[in-house]
């Protein structure tokens, strides 16, 4: 009944997508047995024709809001069950590890939504990198989506590496077996964002190295 609950929170949304993946990788595995992975695309899909940090930074604000209307759904279905759920903070909690507790890119690429790309974001093949995650964590069962284990990005492309107006990213191809750090310099890209706190109390959306992915265009 929980499996056929969520799926009919979903089929209201229908632009989300949607996955589940095993956690036994995961610190949390002693506690739940499944992730449920999903994603839902910006309020606008720009390009960089249409982009300007203002709207980018809108169209994450659109896809919170949708997350958090089906945070809601599923967190009052799962309390009517009585099945044991965790929604993990979405990101770091300090400036300077910049790690999350439970890393929603990777649940993602294990649920098979999407591969990490060059600009060290999720890709999927619907939106591109233009979504935001959300994950409950849930001590049930679930069939689990296709762990994607390789890149599926053009191998002679890329866009987003080149548009990076700090030289973030490294143009390192994908896969399971590399570290954050072998893709992105995250702390020069935290830092160059961070610095927009000043003026606009708070970071810099910029998002230029996911309005030059051809995916999801």
Request: hydrophobic share 35%.
């Amino acid at each position: 009944m929980v499996k056929k609950n969520i799926r009919n929170i979903f089929l209201q949304y229908p632009k989300v997508i949607y996955g589940f993946t095993n956690i036994a990788y995961s610190e949390y595995a002693s506690a739940y047995k499944s992730a449920l992975v999903f994603a839902a695309p910006y309020g606008e899909q720009l390009t960089i024709e249409t982009y300007s940090e203002e709207k980018f930074e809108k169209g994450i604000q659109d896809a919170k809001k949708v997350l958090e209307k089906i945070l809601i759904q599923l967190q009052k279905m799962l309390d009517e069950y009585n099945v044991k759920y965790y929604i993990p903070p979405v990101a770091q909690s300090n400036e300077v590890d910049l790690i999350a507790p439970f890393s929603f890119k990777y649940a993602a690429v294990n649920a098979g939504l999407g591969w990490i790309g060059k600009n060290d974001v999720v890709i999927t093949k619907q939106y591109g990198p233009r979504v935001r995650l959300s994950v409950v964590l849930i001590n049930e069962q679930f069939v689990y989506g296709n762990k994607i284990l390789k890149s599926d990005c053009p191998e002679n492309c890329k866009k987003c590496v080149d548009i990076c107006p700090h030289k973030a990213l490294c143009g390192v191809e994908w896969n399971i077996n590399l570290l954050r750090s072998d893709i992105i310099d995250y702390k020069l890209c935290n830092e160059k964002r961070s610095a927009y706190m000043k003026t606009h109390g708070r970071k810099n959306a910029c998002g230029l190295c996911m309005v030059a992915c051809p995916y999801g265009t």
